[in-house]
């Protein structure tokens, strides 16, 4: 981690509000009377305190970031402007509002976002607990037995967490225990250089946990100690512990960002910018990634079009994006529902992806049936991945295993197969006659060889397209050239199909 960048705020009006409004020193206000050409990036703010000019409507577009626009109250806007305010998912400040905002509010839109998880081998076992401790590779750690009839620690973290001062941190912590164990959680910030000056301490009860927990320092510098308590009797599964800079309620990881979380405490998250308003909308899919956040937001922030970002952070980077029945509906539901808002139909839909990605661009386009698929290194028989892992890729990819084992409770060869038919079976029964599959993929990858192969095999549905590129390589090897290659497919279906040209 590194301490915060400053914030940039541009500011358009008749009046520069440096003068006017007591500004913090992690924020960087510019005042511009008229914007006459767009910056080399974006701002992470723009203030609009006047009507925009015709002329100025494109500069603020790319001046402007959705969910950091807001216009002051007074302001009119028509025609191109009231098309800025929705393409930017404006919002409305009233000028009695502006000091607080930007003395307390605006540090929440950071430029760089960040997130990591604590994966069970970072965990510690108390001392103290006696009873039997099971680890479930990289995924859990169970602890059964007697945890004593008071809260006492049964677990600590051995990586602190670094806090600046003025920052504010999220933490959400995945567990499953049995309902004659209580737990809490204790956060303890030490002084920055010590290992025994307490600064701060939080206490969160088992009824805390049921929400995100903020940690917000407005002192000094520290690092932070988490540890889990318990008390009573029965199975506590430490899953993990996961840590992101909060913007306090204005989104996760980037301003407008949304996440969901099922019963079991399962996240996955979105981020939606309307773009143009115009079709398609791009749904990007991340892949495996030990780092928390959206993927690829510049590349499709890029091409101009409305977009939706989809990643997860379960297991060690990701679990393909198949879970519950209850996990795959708030995947559904979110990319359905911002092609209601926007107007769209399936036929103005671009699913994609790259590498785990592509599992996830396929899997859930079975519902969507949308007009193209663009997948780069696909990644389809999941199960067959996980036994791979044996003799073709031994200590590649171990995070295969973990997964074959949550998803189907076992690993030997009949869990292989049925994962593997998880996909198959629905790949099958949907109709592709309408849609597009472009995919570029490794000649010799060591993770799902016969991946693209498959995938023209079972695409029986008159009228499908289908085109790919072959790169020689194992599933790690080259990956520039398929990126250049996904992009570049990108913007040729844009231009031909959408009569687009991406932004440069």
């Known amino acids: 981690m590194t301490a915060l960048d400053k ?62 626009l807001f216009v002051t109250e007074q302001v009119e806007l028509e025609g191109e402007a009231d098309w800025l305010y929705r393409s930017r998912k404006g919002r409305r400040i009233a000028v009695s509002d502006l000091s607080d905002f930007l003395l307390h509010e605006a ?46 620690q049964a677990a600590f973290w051995r990586n602190n967490i670094p806090v600046f001062s003025g920052q504010c941190i999220d933490l959400w912590l995945e567990y499953r225990k049995d309902p004659g164990v209580r737990i809490a959680l204790t956060v303890t910030q030490f002084v920055q250089g010590s290992v025994a000056d307490v600064q701060q301490k939080w206490e969160f009860s088992e009824e805390d946990l049921d929400q995100v927990l903020r940690i917000d320092n407005q002192m000094r510098d520290g690092v932070a100690f988490v540890s889990l308590s318990a008390a009573g009797c029965g199975e506590l599964q430490i899953i993990a ?25 399962e ?65 559904r539901s979110a990319i359905f529902r911002y092609m209601k808002e926007l107007g769209f139909t399936s036929d103005q839909v671009i699913l994609s992806g790259l590498s785990m990605g592509t599992f996830g661009a396929l899997y859930y386009g079975c519902d969507i049936r949308s007009h193209a698929l663009i997948l780069g290194k696909p990644l389809v028989n999941i199960g067959t991945v996980a036994a791979n892992e044996r003799l073709l890729r031994p200590g590649g990819f171990p995070t295969s295993l973990d997964v074959l084992r949550y998803l189907c409770g076992n690993t030997d060869t009949q869990s292989v197969q049925r994962l593997d038919a998880r996909f198959w079976d629905r790949f099958d029964a949907a ?12 000649i010799e990858d ?59």
């Open 7 to 68: 914030i940039r705020i541009l500011q358009l009006g008749y009046e520069d509000w440096t003068g006017r409004f007591s500004l913090p020193e992690t924020i960087s206000l510019l005042y511009e009377e008229v914007l006459e050409q767009a910056p080399e990036k974006p701002f992470d703010l723009v203030f609009l305190d006047r009507a925009p000019l015709p002329e100025e409507i494109m500069p603020l577009y790319q001046a402007s970031k959705a969910y950091t």
């Open 107 to 152: 540090r929440n839109y950071f430029p760089k976002p960040y997130g990591e998880k604590f994966n069970p081998g970072s965990l510690a076992i108390s001392r103290d607990f006696k009873g039997s401790v099971r680890w479930n590779g990289n995924y859990s750690v169970c602890l059964n037995g007697d945890f004593g009839e008071k809260l006492c």
């Open 241 to 265: 512990l996961h840590d992101r800079y909060s913007r306090r309620g204005h989104g996760h990881f980037l301003p407008g960002g949304e996440r969901y979380v099922t019963s079991e405490r």
């Open 267 to 331: 996240e996955v998250f979105c981020y939606f910018d309307p773009g143009d308003l115009k079709p398609p909308l791009n749904v990007y899919f991340s892949g495996y990634k030990t780092l928390e956040g959206f993927e690829s937001y510049r590349m499709m922030r890029k091409l101009g079009c409305p977009f939706l970002l989809l990643t997860e952070s379960r297991l060690e980077g990701g679990c393909f994006y198949m879970g519950s029945e209850e996990y795959e509906e708030m995947i």
């Open 431 to 442: 109709d592709w006659g309408k849609s597009r599959f472009v995919v570029s993929y490794m």
């Open 446 to 504: 060591d993770y799902d060889a016969s991946a693209y192969q498959m995938l023209i095999s079972h695409l029986h549905s008159e009228g499908v397209q289908v085109y790919g590129k072959g790169i020689h390589g194992r599933h790690n090897d080259d990956t520039g050239t398929i990126v250049s290659w996904f992009v570049s497919q990108y913007k040729k279906i844009l231009f031909e199909d959408f009569s687009r040209k991406a932004e440069k």
